[in-house]
T-cell receptor, first 118, second 112 residues
Framework: AQKVTQAQTEISVVEKEDVTLDCVYETRDTTYYLFWYKQPPSGELVFLIRRNSFDEQNEISGRYSWNFQKSTSSFNFTITASQVVDSAVYFCALSEAGSGAGSYQLTFGKGTKLSVIP | NAGVMQNPRHLVRRRGQEARLRCSPMKGHSHVYWYRQLPEEGLKFMVYLQKENIIDESGMPKERFSAEFPKEGPSILRIQQVVRGDSAAYFC??????????FGQGTRLTVV
């Protein structure tokens, strides 16, 4: 069975600090997708990134970067020079793409609440 | 930029009433998913639909809950005879084929 663990329940940082949100996953499939979503205080879920299990290249998008390491089953998310607008709950999610049945289902972690203090 | 539209945003129902939650997918998306988010929890999969068909309802409670996605109109998640434990945020997502799912703003159901 698949599982996503976000061990950090809440994190507080001061504006302009860097912060890393951890995500560890479990799956028996060799083909799978990993996601990060952001849920700001307004409540909507905003898609940030999707990576497939064959692509271990790290990705950078502006102040956001993602570090995917299959060896440790981790897909960590770093925000550089954090801003108050980054305050949100961040969810890591997994879907198993190889099996067909149920491959569309996202399994979410419980989320990490990030507070950026001005 | 018409994303996934859910309405209402907030819904209050008394115990025993029915709740109807609506979801219009993004343009060009024919796959719809419903997830439930309980307080302090991540989202849990409920049901996956394509037009007029339920593909997977393995995450849906067996009683009182139903979902549909008619040929015309939005997808509907229906909860009959609501109880306090149904209070949650219900999110709809849509995708083209089985690609990345984009979520709506959610409907926050409160049962009083």
């Amino acid at each position: 069975a698949q599982k996503v663990t976000q061990a950090q329940t809440e994190i507080s940082v001061v504006e302009k600090e860097d912060v890393t949100l951890d995500c560890v996953y479990e799956t028996r499939d060799t083909t799978y997708y990993l996601f990060w979503y952001k849920q700001p205080p307004s409540g909507e879920l905003v898609f940030l990134i999707r990576r497939n299990s064959f692509d271990e290249q790290n990705e950078i998008s502006g102040r956001y970067s993602w570090n995917f390491q299959k060896s440790t089953s981790s897909f960590n998310f770093t925000i550089t020079a954090s801003q108050v607008v980054d305050s949100a709950v961040y969810f890591c999610a997994l879907s198993e793409a190889g099996s067909g049945a149920g491959s569309y289902q996202l399994t979410f972690g419980k989320g990490t609440k990030l507070s950026v203090i001005p | 930029n018409a994303g996934v539209m859910q309405n209402p945003r907030h819904l209050v129902r008394r115990r025993g009433q029915e709740a109807r939650l609506r979801c219009s997918p993004m343009k060009g998306h024919s796959h719809v998913y419903w997830y439930r988010q309980l307080p302090e929890e991540g989202l849990k999969f409920m049901v996956y639909l394509q037009k007029e068909n339920i593909i997977d309802e393995s995450g849906m409670p067996k009683e009182r809950f139903s979902a549909e996605f008619p040929k015309e109109g939005p997808s509907i998640l229906r909860i009959q005879q609501v109880v306090r434990g149904d209070s949650a945020a219900y999110f709809c997502a849509s995708s083209r084929n089985q690609g990345t799912a984009f979520f709506g703003q959610g409907t926050r159901l409160t049962v009083v």
